[in-house]
């Protein structure tokens, strides 16, 4: 009986590392499922900045021809505008 005890013993032991092995798999691959789903959320809303950003310049850019199709100069249009004089060639050079 003794040799029937460990080898079922044995068998037991390696049945608890096999499921304790699945369980923490299963956790590691939630683990990983939520980090995608958290990483999806980030380029969505930074895809949605950058969408934002973009009509935030080609609004600026049609505020700056405007203002220069009125003779205004660069200086004026950047404090008008409350950007850089920089900013107002970078945006016209778009």
Not at 80 to 85: D, E, F, K, V
């Amino acid at each position: 009986m003794n040799v029937e005890d460990e080898f079922f013993t044995a068998i037991e032991n390696r049945d608890t590392t096999i499921m304790n092995n699945e369980r923490e798999i299963a956790e590691q691959r939630a683990y990983i499922n939520e980090q995608k789903s958290q990483i999806n959320e980030q380029q969505n809303q930074l895809n949605e900045q950058q969408n934002q950003l973009n009509e935030k310049n080609k609004m600026l850019q049609s505020a700056i021809k405007a203002m220069m199709n009125n003779g205004l100069d660069v200086a004026t249009i950047a404090t008008s505008l409350g950007i850089t004089a920089g900013e107002v060639e970078a945006l016209m050079a778009k």
